[in-house]
């Protein structure tokens, strides 16, 4: 397969790792890969004007029953078929994908998750709740995690991870702050690998050399 890959991105929320995946697609000189829908359950994302901004073509798909009688599979099909998407990449969805969607697109759904699964993963752990958990567990590494999602949330093979230090007197908000940007130059990275390997015709398989130099505390706090 020569043209490049038709990426859907799923997100709830402001959209920055959105961002970070348009903005290395716009930056590779010959790429693999590009954003060609968003779909978001929630009107107000944030993500909906950054799609808008780049000429992506953006779509509200409701989850709530009374808004949806069959549930959102049937429009989430029908969208993923209209523009012949190749891959969907989950940033910041809040909500399972339907059975179907992930029958249809299985070893093609990516997830990104503030945190090193299987720790600090599951329902409930997204947010600013992944980081709290952190920083009082006492832990003193977390990072982030790109892995192939299927119905049950924070489950599937994890293709990379990237370690993020806790530092004494973090909170939350610092913590979040500092993974977020790993999540930043690590999900597109992952997004290149699986990218190149369905376009090969092979399995998305997980990463085995490192994207980026392992982070220290030194050049993490110079980063700040
Ligand atoms: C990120 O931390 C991501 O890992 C998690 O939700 C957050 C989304 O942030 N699943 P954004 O909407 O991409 O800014």
Do not use: C
């Not at 903005?23 to 929630?42: F, Q």
């Not at 994302?45 to 009374?66: N, S």
């Amino acid at each position: 397969m020569n043209r490049p890959l038709r990426a859907a991105v799923f997100a709830s929320g402001g959209g920055s790792n959105l961002q970070a995946l348009i903005d290395h697609v716009a930056a590779s000189d010959a790429p693999s890969w590009g954003v060609s829908l968003v779909v978001t359950d929630r009107p107000d994302a944030g993500a909906l004007a950054r799609a808008e901004r780049h000429g992506i073509r953006a779509e509200v798909v409701a989850t709530r029953p009374e808004d949806e009688a069959d549930g959102p599979a049937p429009r989430l099909l029908a969208l993923l078929d209209e523009e012949r998407i190749d891959l969907v990449l989950l940033a910041g969805y809040l909500k399972l994908v339907p059975p179907t969607v992930v029958g249809r697109y299985a070893g093609r759904i990516l997830n990104i998750h503030p945190a090193l699964l299987p720790a600090f993963g599951g329902k409930g752990m997204y947010g600013m709740h992944v980081h709290r958990a952190v920083v009082e567990s006492g832990a003193r590494v977390t990072g982030a995690t790109v892995h192939l999602a299927d119905e049950v949330y924070d489950r599937g093979r994890i293709l990379a991870q990237w370690p993020v230090p806790v530092l004494a007197g973090d909170t939350p908000e610092a913590l979040a702050a500092r993974v977020l940007a790993v999540e930043h130059r690590l999900y597109p990275k992952v997004v290149d690998h699986v990218a190149s390997a369905l376009a090969r015709g092979d399995d998305a398989t997980p990463m085995d050399t490192p994207p980026f130099p392992l982070p220290t505390t030194r050049s993490t706090e110079e980063s700040r």
